[in-house]
């Protein structure tokens, strides 16, 4: 069983930075994709990144954090993170790590189907 847990999360200004941690136990990332999503208040959750498994992996990042957001991982740590710069008050959510890079239609990146490993996320405020 894949256990995540994500920290990092604060209250920031806008324009700030924070880099959010996922710990992941019970697989190693080396062949192990891992996704970050965040859900908004009042909004579904939405994929915003993915590392891919093998070796260091090959990022992915939607339109929204392209230039802003990286995604990285530490075989060693056996973690994923999410830099996060440029930060904007719709940033503002809860961030949640998945084992799964979940689907990407069209514009929109969703979680996998029936995907329910979710950690308890950690919550990231941009405002000033």
């Known amino acids: 069983q894949v256990h995540l847990v994500e920290s990092g999360g604060d209250s920031v200004q806008p324009g700030g930075s924070l880099r959010l941690s996922c710990a992941v136990s019970g697989v190693t990332l080396d062949g192990y994709a891992i996704g970050w999503f965040r859900q908004a208040p009042g909004k579904e959750r939405e994929g915003i990144a993915c590392i891919s498994g093998s070796g260091m992996g090959v990022p992915l990042l939607a339109d929204s954090v392209k230039g802003r957001f990286t995604i990285s991982k530490d075989l060693a740590e056996n973690t994923v993170y999410l830099q996060m710069s440029s930060l904007k008050s719709e940033d503002t959510a809860i961030y949640y790590c998945?084992?799964?890079?979940?689907?990407?239609?069209?514009?929109?990146?969703?979680?996998?189907?029936?995907?329910?490993?979710w950690g308890q996320g950690t919550q990231v405020t941009v405002s000033s």
């Open positions: 998945a084992s799964d890079c979940g689907t990407i239609r069209g514009t929109m990146w969703y979680p996998g189907p029936g995907y329910d490993n």
